[in-house]
Nanobody
Framework: QVQLVESGGGLVQAGGSLRLSCAVS????????MGWYRQAPGKQRELVAG????????NYADFVKGRFTISRDNAENTVYLQMNSLKPEDTAVYYC????????????WGQGTQVTVSS
């Protein structure tokens, strides 16, 4: 059973910072890709940042470039999202996702963590 558990969300003022964590129940190297997504009320879930495991490829949504950084600690099986210069429009539930390839591609999601940015 693959589990992803997010933490670190909360209420912060505009311009502030938060660091989200995604604790994974198995080795990060088991995933072909991992990423952070977010979903604001009434909107579709969207990619924030992600990486291709083993390839060193990282990508960011245009609306977070220069402000957010995705990183990982392989020893701790944890993926992070450092969020700086937060804006009210960053308010959303943030989800961690991992993709494993066995016979097919399987996506695993965490339960999400709420981030609220006040103006």
């Amino acid at each position: 059973q693959v589990q992803l558990v997010e933490s670190g969300g909360g209420l912060v003022q505009a311009g502030g910072s938060l660091r989200l964590s995604c604790a994974v129940s198995k080795s990060i190297s088991s995933f072909i890709a991992m990423g952070w997504y977010r979903q604001a009320p009434g909107k579709q879930r969207e990619l924030v940042a992600g990486f291709i495991a083993g390839g060193g490829i990282t990508n960011y949504a245009d609306f977070v470039k220069g402000r957010f950084t995705i990183s990982r600690d392989n020893a701790e099986n944890t993926v992070y999202l450092q969020m700086n210069s937060l804006k009210p429009e960053d308010t959303a539930v943030y989800y961690c996702k991992g993709t494993i390839r066995s016979y097919t591609l399987s996506d695993y999601w965490g339960q999400g963590t709420q981030v609220t940015v006040s103006s």
